[in-house]
């Protein structure tokens, strides 16, 4: 079985060189790829990538410019790509020795595979405590309110016929892609199976602004596939329990004269603010 190892990337030319740098450690006697898929980068991330020629084996750098997304980038990428089976890892992110001879044992007899996050090598202390260790003991599980396990796009293996039949990663959603397309697999009678031999050091965002913004996304696009999954199955979020976790976000405000606790405290603010936003827009009630 050849493998197929798919970087979605944009503008990550301060990072991708230490995740191919990690790449080049990895050690299976097996076929594999690595693609590059760059979504119109302007900062020198091709250049970086192409550095890696000869380093890494049947290194390509595909163009994804037409496609929406890093799920649309994992698609340019599942495209492209001539393995049997697609190991995705993201451009920011680091895999750790072992990775890929575990994902290529794991899609030998899985269909669909996810890899065990791990977050204190790339992150402050400060921000595992905001942001949290997901994805480390097992799947995530869905549970607002309670629905089906996912994981990480970073992290995901999956057999390259089953990601083409399915239509790989749904580009209309601008965020959450990874759940949906977990979801959707599993609807279809597919098993997620979680490997934590295969290890993927994951990068947080420090700053503030940016650790914000992608949590309100979060948010946002959580109450979109509420709406899209309810009439499959999803249970009903009760109304008074969204009103309640905002009291007691409005009873923790003093927690921002705190720095060891004002992150935390901002990334439920954001992600609060995500989903009433969200429930305005789409019509739904997602607190």
Request: hydrophobic fraction near 40%; glycine fraction near 10%.
């Amino acid at each position: 079985m050849k493998v197929s190892v798919v970087i979605p990337c944009r503008n990550a030319a301060t990072t991708l060189g230490a995740q191919l740098e990690a790449l080049c450690r990895q050690e299976w006697a097996g076929e594999w790829e690595v693609v590059v898929a760059d979504n119109a980068s302007t900062d020198g991330s091709r250049q970086v990538a192409e550095s890696f020629r000869g380093r890494l084996p049947a290194l390509r750098v595909v163009d994804a410019s037409g496609h929406s997304g890093p799920g649309g980038s994992r698609n340019a990428g599942a495209l492209a790509a001539t393995g049997d089976a697609l190991a995705f890892c993201d451009a920011d992110d680091e895999v750790a020795p072992g990775w890929l001879a575990a994902m290529a044992r794991a899609l030998a007899e899985h269909e669909l595979v996810a890899a065990r996050y791990e977050m204190r090598k790339l992150n402050p202390p400060w921000l595992v405590t905001a942001r949290g260790e997901h994805q480390h003991e097992g799947l995530n599980p869905y549970t607002y309110p309670p629905y089906l396990p996912h994981a990480g796009g970073g992290g995901l293996g999956v057999r390259r016929s089953l990601h083409l039949q399915s239509g790989g990663f749904d580009e209309t959603l601008p965020a959450l892609e990874d759940t949906d397309y977990c979801w959707r697999l599993q609807r279809a009678g597919v098993e997620l199976s979680f490997v934590s031999e295969a290890v993927v050091h994951v990068r947080y965002r420090q700053d503030l602004s940016d650790l914000f913004r992608q949590t309100y996304r979060f948010g946002l696009y959580n109450v979109l596939i509420y709406r899209r999954y309810r009439p499959l199955g999803m249970p009903r979020l009760p109304w008074w329990l969204g009103l309640a976790k905002w009291g007691r976000l409005v009873l923790g405000v003093p927690s921002i004269l705190w720095p060891g606790r004002r992150a935390a405290w901002l990334h439920q603010l954001a992600w609060r603010s995500g989903r009433l936003v969200g429930s305005l827009r789409y019509r739904v009630w997602g607190l």
